[in-house]
């Protein structure tokens, strides 16, 4: 099948149509305002109880998807659809309530948790809306903290007196603990070192399981991703490049931006690592069809407007001649250009 969008799955909790978001910087010194276009046209969905991976480079719009996924930014274009709701332009306390199913996990915990607030004030916030009593809301924030392994000891201390991955332990209970149906981390273990990072990516693993919860998990790192994810979206200059099961997306590897982000994975066995060639999109762009030929075969696919194609099962690919034809004449940028 090809198409411009992946087709909606039944058993969607979120669905993401045609995301657009631009945002408009001002730039030299007249202040002419420049088009920054972050996310071009995503479309996705999170099926009920899986992890969806988004691995991309830098600066690909990640975090700009997310944030509108969770309606922190209103999209520029195109609709968020959460348990059949649509949040697009809901505001206000409509939204509040619309969205309390829906929780994120960011990269620096310290911004979203309150300095002065002890940790068990922290956790028990987002029960305050409830209506349950102070008992239950106690007893559930000791069940979450004792989950993320957090023992009373750490209940009076302040956000600062902890360390990144009890502050990043934090703000996973403080996530959980109203039992939401989406959790959206953006690259919630890139600042901690490697240990406290694999702690808390079994964490998560361990709650995705144990909750029965979605989960959009956003890394720079493949690997990571691998790890965590049942599917993987690619993204690169604001476009899902490929999307596929995460075991497909490495053992059938077709759009040559994830061929490059896979090869630029280093390998622990030190003879393979010294053999290991990473790609450029330029080398790549040598080795495929001319631009304006769909190298799976469709007519109506054009470089303007690359079409999707399902090559496998659940396995999509962006047409990418056009675009790897670009990255030859244009030197590969971390940050995406206007379309
Ligand atoms: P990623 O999370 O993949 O690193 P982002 O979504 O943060 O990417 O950014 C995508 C692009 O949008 C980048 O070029 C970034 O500079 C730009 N961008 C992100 N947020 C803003 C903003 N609030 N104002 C202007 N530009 C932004
Ligand atoms: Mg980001």
Same mark, same amino acid.
């Given at each position: 099948m090809s198409t411009l969008a992946p087709p909606p799955s039944r058993d969607a909790v979120l669905e993401i149509r045609d995301l657009v978001k631009t945002f408009r910087r001002s730039s030299g010194l007249f202040g002419k305002k420049k088009a920054i276009h972050a996310v071009r046209g995503v479309s996705l969905d999170v099926r009920r109880g899986e992890t969806l991976g988004i691995v991309g480079e830098s600066g690909s719009g990640k975090s700009t998807m997310a944030r509108m996924a969770t309606r922190l930014h209103k999209p520029t274009e195109g609709s968020i659809f959460f348990n059949g709701r649509d949040l697009t332009s809901l505001r206000g306390s409509t939204l509040i309530e619309a969205r309390r199913g829906m929780q994120m996990v960011f990269q620096d915990p310290l911004g979203c +948790?309150?300095?002065?607030?002890?940790v068990i004030s922290l956790v028990e916030e987002p029960l305050l809306?409830?209506?349950?009593s102070k008992a239950e809301r106690r007893r559930r924030v000791a069940e979450v903290l004792g989950a993320v392994g957090?023992?009373?000891?750490?209940?009076?201390?302040?956000?600062?007196? +902890?360390s990144g991955g009890q502050r990043q332990r934090v703000a996973i209970a403080r996530a959980i603990a109203l039992v939401p149906d989406l959790v959206v981390c953006d690259?919630?273990?890139?600042?901690?070192?490697v240990t406290s990072q694999a702690h808390v990516l079994n964490l998560l693993l361990d709650m995705q399981s144990q909750n029965d919860l979605s989960m959009i998990f956003i890394s720079h790192n493949l690997d990571v991703v691998r790890h965590m994810a049942d599917r993987v979206a690619v993204m690169y200059r604001g476009q899902i490049v490929e999307l596929a099961p995460a075991d497909d997306l490495y053992e059938r590897t077709t759009h040559p931006y994830t061929r490059c982000l896979i090869s630029a994975i280093p390998i622990a066995d030190p003879e393979a690592e010294r053999a290991r060639v990473p790609l450029s999109m330029k080398e790549l762009a040598a080795e495929h069809?001319?631009?304006?030929?769909?190298p799976f075969d469709d007519r109506d696919c054009t470089p303007e407007e690359p079409y999707l194609h399902e090559?496998?099962?659940d396995h999509w690919v962006r047409c990418f001649p056009g675009l790897a034809h670009a990255a030859q004449q244009r030197p590969h940028r971390a940050t995406p250009v206007s379309g």
């Open positions: +948790l309150d300095p002065r607030k002890p809306v409830t209506g349950a957090l023992d009373p000891a750490f209940y009076q201390r302040r956000a600062h007196e +902890l690259e919630p273990t890139s600042a901690l070192d069809p001319p631009l304006g030929s769909c090559v496998w099962p």
